[in-house]
């Protein structure tokens, strides 16, 4: 249990991800991390968009470092969670992806498919998201260019870069 240890995971899904969101769940809080869980609780339907916002909304405020979302494809979630200001979410399949969510656009959400990945590598890629570190030095000015993108909300004019 290294500096990870520290922080806390926000997790939620809907229905479809229900399953998943329990064995990722344990999953997390084996490697040695906390979790709050924002739901849905059961297999019975829900609206993603909700559980989507509540887990961004923690991640936004700083209640939470780093959260997870789960629902059949990863697409929903990811979107919904990107509606909250100041939020990263990324959809990610696979390990490199997970990584460079992280490392490259410092996303702060990971957003994952019950229906098109298994949970052996689900658990890899949450494992890799978990563990990578924002490379500030390399791909910052591009991460600030996106957070200005979002305060404008409209396009920005190009820049020499």
């Known amino acids: 249990m290294g500096a990870h240890a520290m922080f806390s995971v926000a997790i939620g899904c809907d229905e479809a991800g229900f399953e998943l969101k329990e064995l990722l769940k344990a ?15 059961s297999s019975s339907p829900v609206l993603y968009p909700d559980i989507a916002v509540a887990v961004a909304t923690a991640v936004g405020a700083g209640e939470q470092r780093l959260g997870v979302l789960i629902c059949g494809t990863g697409i929903g979630m990811a979107i ?3 509606k909250i200001k100041g939020v990263r979410a990324a959809q990610a399949h696979d390990t490199y992806s ?11 959400i ?12 689900a658990k ?3 494992k ?8 500030a030095e390399r791909s910052g000015a591009k991460v600030e260019r996106i957070a200005a993108l979002e305060q404008a909300n409209r396009a920005l004019p190009p820049t020499d870069a």
Do not use: M
Not at 98 to 108: F, G, V
Not at 128 to 135: H, K, M, P, Q
């Open 128 to 135: 890799v998201f978990l563990e990578s570190e924002f490379e």
């Open 124 to 126: 890899g890629i949450v």
């Open 80 to 82: 919904s969670a990107n």
């Open 110 to 121: 990971l957003s994952i498919g019950a229906r098109v990945i298994g949970p052996e590598v």
């Open 98 to 108: 997970a990584e460079r969510a992280r490392k490259s656009n410092d996303a702060q």
């Open 27 to 41: 999953y997390i809080e084996a490697l040695g991390y906390r979790t709050q869980d924002f739901g849905c609780y």
